[in-house]
């Protein structure tokens, strides 16, 4: 009896990466009062439009313009100070100590506190707002008065909110699948390449029973979400490198290769940078280049994307990071998970927040706005 052929599904792809590809901007200034002036001037506008419908009877000052005891509304950019942010000094004091400095994953401290500024003049907040929530950079809307010792006495914050939604239930007709993967880490001492040809195999559809494969014919995309390899960290010291050493530098890349070439084949297939990935440092980062994968860029399944990447399947979009600015905030700021992070981004319609005050970008007019 003639085993039945299983067809994988299509959907129609739209890339939406044009607007984080860095052709030929050039920045000539030495600081970020640009980036910061361009952010508060797009989202102050957005929350005054919000403001009518929040406290219409309070009017909005300016720092500048706020009088004691009165209630009023304020719109500004936060900068929070905290005790124990890094800075330059602390690296070389680190250099020059015996002893080096204990290395943190979180900077908050209960002394932390808040400022909120505009162009006119900044001002020290109190009362309900959290430092350990917000970070450097948010642009939110405040109601309270100034008091007496010339602090701001916040009473409730207004953030930006999620944009209009599409319609929902969306009406797709059938079930489709994009898998996304993160953290390979191909080239890593405890990798075991036993598991990336499994994962390979059951995305393709060659790995398990009838009904498992009829669940990956419904794969309509994968999305490498950065991380892919990783570099031994004695080879990236400065000096130039011998033919063997070289050698030991590309293999990752070459068995990652040999991997998406697999799932290219078979599968649309988009790959983004991540930090620990070939790829410039600073958001947005640049596509990989193709010559990096010989095998799998001779398919025109084959995308190389940037990080943040945007796309539509089927009219439905997807945008994402590689995590840099997620793992920035929990350093930063406080919450229960990474979930909460990402929630905060939406409130904040802020794709990366803490960019660039912490977490590294190209000099280059906000992206992220249009999107969220």
């Known amino acids: 009896m003639e085993k039945n052929l299983l067809h994988r599904k299509q959907s129609l792809y739209q890339s939406l990466d044009a607007n984080f590809g860095i052709q030929k901007e050039v920045y000539r200034g030495q600081q970020y009062s640009q980036i910061y002036f361009a952010r508060l001037h797009l989202m102050r506008t957005l929350l005054y439009s919000l403001i009518p419908n929040w406290k219409p009877h309070l009017p909005v000052c300016t720092v500048l313009g706020l009088e004691e005891g009165k209630d009023c509304i304020i719109v500004g950019t936060l900068y929070k100070h905290m005790r124990l942010k890094p800075s330059i000094l602390d690296e070389y004091s680190k250099e020059r100590s015996v002893s080096p400095l204990v290395q943190r994953h979180n900077f908050t401290h209960l002394d932390d506190n808040l400022v909120l500024e505009d162009e006119s003049g900044r001002v020290k907040l109190s009362g309900c707002l959290l430092p350990s929530t917000y970070v450097t950079g948010n642009i939110i809307a405040l109601h ?3 008091t007496s010792a010339g602090e701001f006495l916040v009473e409730d914050v207004l953030e930006a909110g999620l944009p209009q939604q599409i319609e929902r239930p969306i009406q797709l007709g059938e079930d489709k699948y994009v898998v996304f993967i993160s953290g390979l880490s191909v ?11 499994l994962l390979v195999d059951h995305i393709t559809g060659h790995l398990g029973d009838e009904k498992e494969q009829n669940i990956a014919a419904q794969i309509v995309q994968v999305v490498i979400a950065g991380n892919s390899v990783e570099v031994p960290h004695g080879l990236l010291n400065g000096q130039n490198l011998g033919s063997k050493d070289q050698s030991r530098l590309f293999e990752p890349i070459k068995e990652l290769d040999i991997l998406l070439t697999q799932i290219a084949a078979s599968i649309p297939l988009d790959i983004m940078p991540g930090s620990s990935d070939p790829a410039n440092f600073s958001l947005p980062q640049q596509p990989l280049h193709r010559c990096l994968f010989p095998g799998s860029s001779a398919y025109n399944t084959f995308r190389s ?3 943040p990447h945007c796309f539509e399947l089927d ?12 793992d920035d905030l929990g350093k930063y700021s406080e919450a229960n998970n990474n979930i ?4 905060r981004t939406l409130r904040w319609r802020h794709l990366a927040p803490t960019a660039p005050n912490t977490l590294g970008q190209n000099l280059l007019p906000c992206y992220t706005w249009k999107f969220l």
């Open 187 to 197: 080239g890593r001492s405890s990798s075991n390449p036993l598991q990336f040809q």
């Open 315 to 326: 009219n439905i979009r997807f945008l994402g990071t590689s995590g840099q600015n997620i």
């Open 340 to 343: 909460d992070f990402m929630e």
């Open 144 to 146: 309270g008065k100034e």
């Open 305 to 307: 994307c940037t990080n």
